[in-house]
């Protein structure tokens, strides 16, 4: 059983940057991959970014490349997301999910956090 609570999201101004943050807790950091995934209102949800826990190999959706950074805090079990240069298309709420390395499926979900990018 994995647990996830995201923090950190906000109201922004257009062109500022804000950090998420999500706490792990799990029996084992062995094999997990975390994701980011966001949802904008009438809006499916979108993946985002991921980094596996063992290598920290990450992976960027082409619509935040060169903006958005994923890292992971192993001494805190903690995955950020680093967004610069954000733009109102970025606003909706933010997930992350956890899952298995062994087939990329995201089964534990945090309950997200609001991120509001003003023009």
């Known amino acids: 059983q994995v647990q996830l609570v995201e923090s950190g999201g906000g109201l922004v101004q257009a062109g500022g940057s804000l950090r998420l943050s999500c706490a792990a807790s799990?029996?084992?950091?062995?094999?997990?991959?975390v994701g980011w995934f966001r949802q904008a209102p009438g809006k499916g949800r979108e993946f985002v970014s991921r980094i596996t826990w063992n290598i920290g190999d990450t992976y960027y959706a082409d619509s935040v490349k060169g903006r958005f950074a994923i890292s992971r805090d192993n001494a805190k079990n903690t995955v950020y997301l680093q967004m610069n240069s954000l733009k109102p298309d970025d606003t909706a709420v933010y997930y992350c999910?956890?899952?298995?390395?062994?087939?990329?499926?995201?089964?534990?979900w945090g309950q997200g956090t609001q991120v509001t990018v003003s023009s």
């Open positions: 999910a956890a899952g298995s390395t062994n087939n990329y499926i995201y089964v534990y």
């Open positions: 799990t029996p084992s950091f062995r094999n997990i991959v």
